[in-house]
């Protein structure tokens, strides 16, 4: 991270005490014992406490406090639940800490026109949760959904398994109330569909926290299918599984999730969870939604493209129960991976085509680096997860597991795919950014962002390399 | 000029000394633009196209008909429904992909899928000042950096000349099939069209034509699902009345046809469902089509009719699609948005010379 700016830092006790004339004593978090708990997000191998953190209890607050910071030229980093993996809730020492975790209400529920308006703190899974007695759900689902916010998920743009569907957070959002860092409040969108002018909306979603600070909501909510079911396949190589899901896909059928993990994966998996996942080279979990006959014919389809192509297991749920077995073992794959080791989550993604091509050499990459990998994915979307496995208490490994982690992100854009799928940039994939993308591809983004926040104070030293980004930061 | 290359296009706006309209082809002249005509059909053609992957790049110049007929050989389709504007604003010509992404074109589909812009993976353009920007790619989840597609998508040409697109693409269905229902008044049509969108039987078309008092229903996908669906959207629909199977012609709902041989400006104005009845009660239309359930209405006013008055707080915003109208083409934005548009263009498009006039 950059040097933090030593004056910001010397003027800690004037800033305090202009946040504390708009917000509530207990609003103000200024003591290191206590901005500790805001030092890192969930890519945990970076920390920094802040200078201060303030809770804001709605949008007049989170405006007194960007007009604030903007005058004393204090950088901000928002912060959703801080469960960023790429670092993008990462405070620095000269910087202010807006969390929106008191701001978790409902707004507003309107069934007829299929929308709910949530104060952005509230968590992924709430919003379901206000919803789901009338029947409804909020589509988008990263797996973080017990903990993250509807504000980390608009920064990051969050995508979730069963977006071969339903799309990501921006597919699914409708409007938001933002505020600027110069404390002007704005509304862009509402309940009615698409832009009237420029498709602000689409840029402000996924551009961590960079352009202001969104303080409420509009989400698309959808009737819930009338059911859904899993079927399991496991296959000798993952040549042939990549093959399948072509199939699939190109016979018309639209899952709403194509999963997919490899033998160091399952074997993980099976020792943690025992979820009676067969032992093979690569096993694809296939969910299909609607009535039961509706299932039943999609599934039919699909089980006689799998059988086509030789499974070792085909195995379709009977049962809520068996469902919830074929799941278990995905549903589980990151803890037992970590019950392993240490691990490092990647989320790069590629064209489907070069799957097979991608895995042997993530496996070459493994036997170089001396670093056991196991992938899990959305295969339907190209969406890797590699998990590397290292020892944080090892000197050098986790250098190791990123300098691993850099070499599969850029094999991933040589294939023709990006750095990043659904996680965000933050700070762990922003250095990487040259790899993706030429000068004039950043310098346009910047310019976004020279609009929204001229001074360069909004979570600055994020998504865009540091040098990139330092003659705008330093100005 | 008709540049042959991106870099002949990026040759020309470097050295343009005054406004350029940006034209496809020509058939969606929305907006008033002044200027030398910068017509991108020559850059033309499908550079990639992965069915099982379900991605398609293409050239911005290239026929939406040729994509739509390469597609269909692997029973694919642009899933978003893009409407033809031809009959409607009596144009000629071929309309390509780049206008459909510029102007960020759907169907009745919207409602259930998206519009253009979530269809949208990536994007080459030539901003203003003649520098070529790339931005997303060719992969379903993306997330690098931000996201200029959607910033590009809708901008009319305003924020750069889009060179190549890459977008999403779905399987095309087994079986259609719509249900109507007849002689509802528009406030109960909506509550129809609300119920049906309110269920989990995913219709892919909600419409309803007050001229000839017809709500109508899509279903879509394998024959045996769409058959069970159109049976339990049917019970569902009971208090409205009984539903009957129609052959209900979606190209001409798409594209408006009812207004085109009809004088007077032509509106498109999107609102939420449940406001579209009683703004319509107020806008002194000739005439109305709703689309998207509600959310999307069309108008038919009396040339010059101060449209965006009727509308008064109404939340939504309206944009002129055909004739004299009042006022500007598109929705004034509240200043600070205001603001923010001007500075994009600002920074993208320092001259002012890519459709300028458009949009503001």
């Known amino acids: 991270m950059p040097v933090p700016d030593a004056a910001v830092i010397a003027r800690k006790d004037r800033l305090v005490a202009r946040l504390r004339e708009v917000l509530p004593m207990d609003a103000v978090i200024s003591d290191i014992s206590e901005t500790r708990a805001y030092e ?84 992924n899974l709430s919003v379901t949760g206000a919803v789901e007695t009338n029947g409804f759900f909020y589509a988008p689902d990263p797996s973080s959904q017990l903990a993250c916010a509807i504000a980390g998920n608009i920064a990051m743009n969050s995508g979730g398994a069963h977006c071969l569907k339903y799309g990501v957070t921006t597919n699914n959002l409708l409007g938001v109330t933002m505020v600027m860092m110069d404390g002007t409040i704005i509304e862009i969108g509402g309940a009615h569909l698409d832009a009237g002018g420029l498709d602000l909306l689409g840029v402000i979603c996924g551009s961590e926290g960079q352009l202001g600070v969104v303080t409420e909501a509009t989400l698309r909510i ?13 296959y000798d190589n993952s040549e042939v599984a990549g093959q399948v899901v072509t199939d699939i896909i190109k016979a018309g059928v639209l899952p709403v999730a194509i999963e997919f993990m490899d033998r160091p994966c399952i074997e993980a998996t099976e020792k943690f969870a025992q979820a009676g996942y067969p032992m093979c080279e690569a096993l694809l979990i296939v969910e299909v939604e609607g009535s039961d006959a509706e299932i039943d014919a999609q599934l039919a389809l699909i089980m006689e493209i799998a059988r086509k192509h030789n499974p070792v297991e ?29 691990y490092m989550c990647l989320d790069g993604t590629i064209p489907v085509s070069a799957l097979p091509f991608v895995l042997k050499r993530i496996g070459e990459m493994s036997k170089e680096f001396g670093l056991d990998v196991g992938n899990v994915f959305h295969a339907g979307d190209g969406n890797m997860h590699p998990l590397i496995l290292f020892d944080a208490n090892k000197e050098g490994d986790l250098e190791l597991c990123e300098a691993m982690g850099a070499e599969i992100l850029k094999l991933c854009v040589e294939v023709g795919g990006c750095l990043t799928g659904e996680h965000g940039v933050g700070i762990e994939k922003r250095d990487l950014m040259h790899v993706q993308f030429a000068t004039a591809d950043l310098e346009a983004q910047m310019a976004v962002k020279d609009v929204f926040d001229p001074k360069w104070l909004l979570n600055p030293a994020k998504v865009f390399p540091l040098d990139s980004s330092s003659p705008r930061r330093a100005a | 000029m008709t540049p042959k290359t991106e870099t002949d296009l990026a040759q020309m706006i470097t050295d343009a000394s005054g406004p350029l309209r940006i034209t496809g082809g020509g058939t969606r002249p929305i907006g008033r633009v002044i200027g030398t005509p910068l017509d991108l059909s020559a850059l033309s053609g499908v550079t990639l196209y992965e069915p099982g992957a379900l991605t398609l790049v293409a050239q911005a110049g290239t026929p939406v008909a040729e994509i739509e007929t390469l597609l269909a ?65 060719r992969v379903m989840k993306n997330v690098t ?68 008092a017809t709500t109508h229903f899509r279903l879509e996908g394998f024959a045996v699902s769409v058959a069970y669906r159109a ?45 579209a009845a009683a703004l319509v009660a107020k806008l002194g239309a000739v005439s109305v089509q709703y689309d998207w359930g509600g959310g999307l209405i069309w108008a038919l006013c009396p040339e010059g009719h101060d449209l965006r008055a009727a509308m008064g707080h109404t939340a939504g915003h309206a944009t002129l699609i055909r004739g004299k109208g009042c006022g500007p083409t598109f929705h004034p934005e509240p200043a600070p948005i205001a603001a923010i548009t001007a500075g994009l263009r600002a920074k993208f498009d320092p001259r002012n010379i890519l459709n300028p006039g458009i949009m503001s």
Request: some cysteine; overall charge neutral.
């Open chain 1, 314 to 342: 085909l195995r379709e749920a009977k049962s809520a129960d068996e469902a919830a077995r074929i799941w278990l073992g995905r549903k589980s794959a990151f803890g037992a991976m970590g019950q392993i080791n240490d």
């Open chain 1, 222 to 234: 959808l009737h819930k299918p009338e059911g859904a079911r899993p079927v399991l396949m496991g």
């Open chain 2, 231 to 275: 049976d339990e959207l049917s019970k569902k629909l009971a208090p409205f009345g009984r539903t009957t199977e129609a052959q209900t012609d979606w190209a001409a709902i798409r594209d408006v046809h009812a207004f085109a041989k009809q004088e007077g400006d032509v509106w498109r104005i999107s609102v939420k469902p449940s406001d």
């Open chain 1, 40 to 123: 890192c997000d969930g890519l945990t191998a970076y920390r920094c406490p802040p200078l201060c953190a303030v809770l804001p209890a709605n949008t007049a607050e989170v405006a007194a406090i960007l007009k604030i910071c903007h005058e004393l030229n204090v950088p901000v980093v928002p912060r959703g639940s801080g469960t960023s993996l790429a670092g993008g809730a990462l405070p620095t020492a000269d910087s202010v800490i807006i969390g929106v975790a008191k701001m978790n209400g409902v707004i507003e529920t309107n069934y007829d026109d299929r929308y709910i308006r949530v104060q952005t703190g509230r968590t």
């Open chain 2, 145 to 212: 950096g931000y996201d200029l597609v959607k910033l590009m998508s809708g901008s009319y040409g305003t924020l750069g000349v889009l060179t190549e697109v890459s977008l999403k693409v779905l399987p095309a269905v087994e079986t259609s099939l719509t249900l109507t229902l007849k002689n509802l008044d528009d406030s109960t049509a909506i509550k129809a069209m609300s119920a049906a969108l309110c269920s989990p039987f995913e219709v892919t078309g909600v419409a309803h034509t007050p001229s000839t």
């Open chain 2, 73 to 137: 050989a692997e029973n694919q389709r642009l899933a978003f429904e893009p409407m033809d504007h031809r009959a409607l604003l009596g144009t000629t010509g071929t309309p390509t992909i780049g206008g459909i992404v510029a102007a960020n074109v759907s169907g009745p589909r919207r409602i259930s899928v998206g519009a253009a812009r979530d269809f949208m993976l990536g994007v080459r353009f030539v901003d203003g000042s003649g520098t070529v920007i790339k931005n997303g790619g």
